[in-house]
């Protein structure tokens, strides 16, 4: 499924949609190219989730958690975890646990994600600022969101 936002404002109102069918150990993976909007999209999530704290990149911390709100959100970014050696970072706590995680560069470590997700591609096109936002889903549960999305 592809997407189309003009704005920021229009990037978070496709999350909140999308945040809106969510249930705890549910996992989406947000790829894009540095400033396609990764972290806008996270925001738009926790605002649906009633999460009041300030969402930043967690970048240089790995995991943020983010536990005042509808659904613990945990936001991953694996960015830097490129060209580490394997190790037991203790994921999979997050991803089976009780609430959301979106994680920005999954495909850094994809054989230690769930198998069933809903990957969120973010492309920026450098004209008009324009999002193309491709929609994948892995899975019944992550099948039956983009679904309901394509019906509203």
């Known amino acids: ?3 189309y936002t003009k704005n920021e404002e229009e ?9 809106r069918l ?5 996992t989406l993976l947000l790829e894009g190219q ?6 806008t999209f996270t925001k738009g999530v926790a605002e649906e989730l009633g999460i009041k704290r300030i969402i930043k990149s967690p970048t240089y911390t790995l995991i943020k958690e983010y536990t005042d709100g509808k659904l613990p959100l945990y936001h991953m970014d694996l960015y830097r975890m490129e060209d580490m050696e394997e190790e037991d970072l203790g994921l999979e706590e997050y991803f089976y646990g009780e609430g959301v995680t979106l994680v920005e560069w999954g495909s ?14 973010i492309k920026v096109n450098s004209e008009t600022g324009e999002r193309e936002i491709t929609l994948d889903a892995q899975g019944k549960e992550y ?3 983009l679904e309901r ?3 509203e």
């Not at 969510?22 to 549910?26: A, G, Q, R, V, W």
């Not at 540095?34 to 972290?39: C, E, P, V």
Request: no cysteine; hydrophobic share 45%.
């Open 22 to 26: 969510l249930k705890p150990n549910m």
């Open 149 to 151: 999305l394509s019906h």
């Open 1 to 3: 499924m592809k997407v």
């Open 11 to 19: 990037t978070k109102d496709l999350a909140k949609r999308i945040a």
């Open 108 to 121: 850094f470590m994809a054989e230690d994600l769930p198998k069933e997700h809903l990957k969120v591609l």
């Open 143 to 145: 099948q039956a969101i």
């Open 34 to 39: 540095l400033g396609a909007g990764k972290t």
